[in-house]
């Protein structure tokens, strides 16, 4: 039986984010200050949500796991700190390269903005895939599936509207037809009607053309049932 994968949807999310900001820093002329402020922007909006991604890790997941592998959290832990010194020092390359004068200069920061991220991109996937192995093995192990929706029931309350609805757009650009239909049949029983209708209109736009109808059929048949 497949197990319930609560990293699934958002690691899907945030790996999308990171290839999108990773292909617009090679495409990016950086001694042109505007092109290169388009950029900039998406790499500290994908900073910030690692951040955010860890913090919440941090709070709900590894504590349900401490008590079986103390030993794994603490190594999860320190990966964390690992990456928020990466993601610190792309913001501290961000700033740099808002100071300089010559075009010269820019391209140059630019360049150091793009090896960072690549390793940021790197380090990141590689600790999203071992939390998928190392961390599911152990809610597996120790938790129905029942007690994992409610866990991340409790971590899903917790994050601000607007975070949830920019990861929301990220998930709906990055996931398959079922996993869409599956998600938003699921949200649609806990969601206020006017958020899900902002869910729903959001699928327009965001979903793969060759997916959208299909999808929208499946979630709009299950509405009619209730």
């Known amino acids: 039986m497949q197990r319930l994968n609560s990293f699934n949807l958002i690691h899907k999310a945030l790996r999308a984010m990171m290839y999108d900001a990773a292909l617009t820093l090679q495409q990016t002329y950086f001694a042109d200050v505007d092109e290169a402020e388009a950029v900039l922007a998406k790499v500290k909006s994908v900073v910030r ?10 709070v709900f997941i590894l504590p349900a796991i401490e008590a079986f592998e103390p030993e794994l959290v603490e190594a999860f832990e320190k990966e964390h700190v690992a990456n928020a010194k990466i993601g610190n020092r792309l913001q501290t ?5 808002r100071s300089l004068q010559t075009s010269e200069e820019r391209i140059n920061c630019g360049s150091c903005i793009s090896k960072s991220f690549r390793d940021f991109l790197v380090i990141n996937i590689s600790h999203m895939s071992k939390e998928e192995i190392e961390i599911n093995r152990v809610l597996w192990a120790n938790y129905t599936d029942q007690q994992l ?4 029931e409790r971590l899903t309350a917790a994050i601000p509207p607007e975070e949830k609805m920019l990861s929301a757009k990220w998930m709906l650009r990055s996931i398959n037809k079922a996993e869409a239909i599956s998600w938003l049949q699921a949200v649609q029983q806990t969601l206020p009607a006017c958020v899900f209708d902002a869910l729903i209109d959001m699928t327009y736009t965001e979903l793969p053309e060759q997916i959208r109808a299909e999808v929208q059929d499946a ?3 299950e509405e009619l049932l209730f």
């Open 49 to 58: 949500q690692l951040e955010q991604h860890a913090y919440y890790e941090d």
């Open 93 to 97: 390359l961000i700033t740099m390269y």
């Open 149 to 152: 929706l409610e866990l991340n």
């Open 219 to 221: 979630v709009m048949e």
